[in-house]
């Protein structure tokens, strides 16, 4: 389920690049660009920062077929986007959209114990 911030009639008056912004049910922030991939900064030899999968990432950006996504990440901020984000489009001339994904930050949960130890090492 994706939860729309903004309407495509508003964001076209902000920027005409630019398909529609939504939050997924999962936290994953996308948002969805007519742009050709050489505008934007990505290295598709990086992994995103955050926590993700593969499908996950695919889904969000709306490819239901994970064959031909490719997956890389900002290598500087774009727009308003954090450096690091997952950049998600397909390896073909005739791609829709490319899709730039902030993926919610892993994060682990401590016991007091183990927060408040302290160690040699």
Same mark, same amino acid.
């Given at each position: 389920?994706?939860?729309?911030?903004?309407?495509?009639?508003?964001?076209?008056?902000?920027?005409?690049?630019?398909?529609e912004?939504c939050?997924?049910?999962?936290?994953?922030?996308?948002?969805?660009?007519?742009?050709?991939?050489?505008?934007?900064?990505?290295? #598709?030899?990086?992994? *995103? +920062? %955050?926590?993700?999968?593969?499908?996950e990432? =695919?889904? &969000?950006?709306?490819?239901?077929?994970?064959?031909?996504?490719?997956i890389?990440?900002?290598?500087?901020? #774009?727009?308003?986007? *954090? +450096? %690091?984000?997952?950049?998600?489009?397909?390896? =073909?001339? &005739?791609?829709?959209?490319?899709?730039?994904?902030?993926?919610?930050?892993?994060?682990?949960?401590?016991?007091?114990?183990?927060?408040?130890?302290?160690?040699?090492?």
């Open positions: 389920m994706l939860l729309p911030i903004r309407t495509a009639a508003a964001l076209n008056c902000i920027d005409p690049t630019r398909v912004t939050i997924t049910a999962s936290g994953y922030r996308v948002t969805r660009y007519h742009l050709p991939l050489e505008s934007i900064p990505a290295d #598709f030899f990086a992994d *995103p +920062d %955050g926590s993700w999968t593969h499908a990432l =695919a889904r &969000a950006a709306g490819f239901e077929n994970l064959e031909g996504v490719a890389g990440a900002l290598r500087t901020s #774009f727009r308003d986007h *954090p +450096d %690091g984000a997952a950049v998600v489009t397909l390896n =073909a001339e &005739a791609r829709p959209y490319v899709a730039i994904v902030e993926c919610p930050i892993a994060y682990a949960l401590v016991s007091d114990q183990e927060r408040l130890g302290c160690s040699a090492a």
